[in-house]
């Protein structure tokens, strides 16, 4: 088995080789080799070849294609994500729309979402119909989730299980997409392919909850800004939970905090000592927690049922990206 | 078989329906049913349907879902098109973007893409792959031609032959992948739904070109503007041919021409005289001539190859909107 680094090195040298990607017209294809060739985690990618793997005992690397088009998806909702935020960096480098203009964004967007998809149909044709499905599935719950998540920063009263919905669909339904899709490409019957989806799905939650906490609780070598979320209001698993939770009293706090707009050290501050009052960070941990024991009642299935030992490889991995038992 | 109007019709009806689109969130649909309930000839649905029948001898009806899918993508494309244009109207009413705003309408386009791939794979699950693979390419193609063209304002010295393979891209691969989609789901081996794709391809640059000539010149019941590319310095097949052709003294005055900006009727007026110096509609006649002529010889093929005469339905629907023998 190919170590988790390899496969992240391999998707990136695919990307930067670019084969696959035309070059004319230039204005087209060049911001798509920009994006592609800022390097991520590749997590959707590495998702992808270690289902196909897990479900066919062959080589990731025969995935390598289809674990590509997974990524290059991803970074066609970052393109046309960032247009909508009008977000004016990615990576610490200049957004598509930035570098170039707001219509290149969304035409170089298009492109790699059509891109993917005929990455996807191309690199296993036996099983073309099952994965251009689940894919065009998973595309419009992405888009979806986006939406909801442009509606709730307008929306007052936000649920929590309407916010879980929300990073469900907007992030991970992709997540679980990547290990459906590896999976139908590795020879997966149907259910096999669900369970891999769901328990990729249930991860997924988790790992974006996990994300909501370190905003406010960065681990010691936290690369963002610690307390962005906070500053901007934005309405987290960690915000809600204290909207919902908070006595009148703190709620008036509260909303005065969400008010603030010039001390951002003061608001992030009083955020704070309030998530502390509530026992925010421990309210998280039991949730991120309950969606990884889901995830992990999966995995015991998958463990059973799947030879070899080869399912581990995958909860392996999400553990090295969760820097946690999963 | 059922009359062409009653096809559109029942295209309409499917879209007012609506059965197949989801309400929510509402700021993600609504603008899918805004857009798709805009009146239209509906000619790449009503393409699909018949190739579908031409290829399967079974009832059009049964490929519906199949070519509202191929509908909604070029609506798709039209949404996306009309924010990169600032286009403030589209069949005499609101554009999305103009009526929510540019994010909405990235995000609803998106989605229809999304869908449109969702309803063609699973109308006809047993030939999804090979949909599939064509909907893609055809996909990639169409966002190369409108880069295409908008690269093509800008730019100073355009050749024919790239406005000629701008159009197919932008316009007639659509147009010849509904006859292929069709096809494919009506039991078509890849052979004969090459050649319904290539018929259309020729077909839809014919008809790219004829939509050219009506600007200069209108039959007499024309909706649109008269000289509307003219005064816009679209680099149309009429302009770039005159380009082509001119002498140096009409050079002179063409370029002055172009470079007019208040009197818009002097500027028609001086341009179409120019095109009367050069015989511009002749040449743009012969050109049309031309790819109707090799349809025509794609057509032969079709309609000996092809039992019970069916492939001639197609010729006739053309004809229909063509408004000529094709």
Redesign the interface.
């Known amino acids: 088995m190919t170590s988790f680094n390899q496969l992240r090195e391999d998707i990136d040298a695919y990307f930067q080789q670019c084969a696959d990607i035309?070059h004319?017209?230039e204005?087209?294809y060049a911001p798509i080799r920009y994006i592609l060739a800022l390097k991520g985690k590749r997590i959707r990618a590495i998702l992808t070849q270690l289902a196909y793997y897990v479900a066919s005992g062959e080589a990731a690397q025969n995935a390598l294609k289809l674990g590509a088009a997974l990524e290059m998806f991803h970074n066609f909702t970052l393109v046309?994500d960032d247009?909508?935020d009008n977000a004016p960096t990615r990576r610490g480098e200049p957004t598509v729309h930035e570098k170039w203009d707001?219509?290149v964004g969304?035409?170089s967007?298009?492109?790699m979402?059509?891109?993917s998809?005929?990455w996807?149909?191309?690199s296993f044709?036996?099983?073309?119909?099952?994965l251009?499905?689940a894919?065009?599935?998973a595309?419009?719950a992405?888009?979806?989730g986006?939406?909801?998540d442009?509606?709730f920063a307008l929306e007052e009263n936000i649920h929590i299980s309407q916010y879980i919905e929300m990073i469900r669909k907007k992030t991970s339904v992709l997540i679980g997409a990547s290990l459906q899709i590896g999976a139908l490409a590795g020879g997966a019957d149907k259910a096999l392919s669900q369970k891999m989806y769901r328990f990729g799905e249930l991860a997924g939650i988790a790992f974006q909850l996990q994300d909501d906490l370190m905003d406010a609780y960065p681990p010691a070598n936290f690369g963002k800004q610690v307390g962005g979320d906070i500053i901007e209001n934005k309405k987290t698993f960690l915000l809600l939970t204290a909207l919902e939770n908070a006595n009148p009293q703190q709620l008036i706090i509260l909303n005065q905090l969400l008010n603030e707009t010039e001390n951002t050290a003061g608001k992030v501050a009083g955020v704070l000592a309030i998530y502390e009052e509530l026992e925010i960070r421990k309210h998280t941990e039991t949730a991120i927690e309950s969606y990884f024991g889901q995830a992990r009642e999966m995995a015991k299935e998958l463990l059973a049922e799947i030879p070899d030992n080869r399912f581990a490889v995958i909860a392996a991995y999400l553990e090295e990206i969760a820097g946690r038992k999963v």
Do not use: K
């Open positions: 035309q004319s017209p204005r087209l046309h247009i909508m707001a219509n969304i035409l967007g298009d492109t979402f059509a891109l998809m005929q996807i149909v191309e044709p036996q099983a073309a119909g099952s251009a499905l894919f065009s599935q595309a419009v992405v888009c979806e986006q939406m909801e442009m509606d």
